[in-house]
């Protein structure tokens, strides 16, 4: 089984950068999958794409193709989400999971992010 | 993207009732559906994966079927940690796309 430890809350302004974590523990691979999950305020949950931990391929929702960058560091076991550039419509809680195809049996506890002027 | 619609859109039940939630796929997922329980401040959780088998841990009062496009998640005996939103997500085509939630709450 794999846990999945997230980096902690953050409060950002509009235009800042930020890069938040997903690491994994209790499994020497590396030959599996992260994704990362949105759920803005009082809303869904969204797939925003996936990452291999072992190449770093990643594959994108459409809908956050060119929005965020996800990547992954195989020395750490870590996946990450940034942005470059962030917008008040970025707040939200994101949550990492590994998935199985698609199906997420572990999940990370979730990274708040505020943008806020 | 493939879209999921649950319905109910809300979903108030007491405590021992049975209630149905119900997701439409926008084209055929053949089986390819999982449901997620999610409570807030909590990272969503496995109930059912390839549309009708418990996820380990899971009670047995949780139930689910259906294929192609129409699919049910049944809750017997609702108890009071089954309150939550339930997210309906396909898994046949990336992006794994999720139903918009039905919350339900206790009546």
């Known amino acids: 089984e794999v846990q999945l430890v997230q980096s902690g809350a953050e409060v950002k302004k509009p235009g800042e950068s930020l890069k938040i974590s997903c690491q994994g523990s209790?499994?020497?691979?590396?030959?599996?999958?992260i994704a990362w999950v949105r759920q803005m305020p009082g809303k869904g949950l969204e797939w925003m794409g996936i990452?291999?931990?072992?190449?770093?391929?990643?594959i994108y929702s459409p809908s956050f193709q060119g929005q965020v960058t996800i990547s992954a560091d195989k020395s750490t076991t870590t996946a990450y989400l940034q942005w470059s550039s962030l917008k008040a419509s970025d707040t939200g809680v994101y949550y990492c999971?590994?998935?199985?195809?698609?199906?997420?049996?572990?999940w990370g506890q979730g990274t708040l992010v505020t943008v806020s002027s | 993207d493939i879209q999921m619609t649950q319905s109910p859109s809300s979903l108030s039940a007491s405590l021992g009732d049975l209630v149905t939630i119900s997701c439409r796929a926008s084209?055929?997922?053949?089986?390819?559906l999982n449901w997620y329980q999610h409570k807030p401040g909590k990272a969503p959780k496995l109930v059912i994966f390839?549309?009708?088998n418990l996820q380990t841990g899971v009670p047995s009062r949780f139930s689910a079927s259906g294929s192609g496009t129409d699919f049910t998640l049944t809750i017997n005996s609702l108890q009071p940690e089954d309150f939550a939103t339930y997210y309906c997500?396909?898994?046949?085509?990336?992006?794994?796309?999720f139903g918009q939630g039905i919350k339900l709450e206790i009546k």
């Open positions: 084209q055929n997922i053949g089986t390819y």
């Open positions: 390839g549309a009708s």
């Open positions: 209790g499994n020497k691979s590396t030959k599996y999958w």
């Open positions: 990452t291999y931990l072992d190449d770093s391929d990643v």
């Open positions: 999971g590994r998935p199985r195809g698609g199906i997420v049996e572990d």
């Open positions: 997500q396909q898994d046949y085509s990336s992006p794994y796309t």
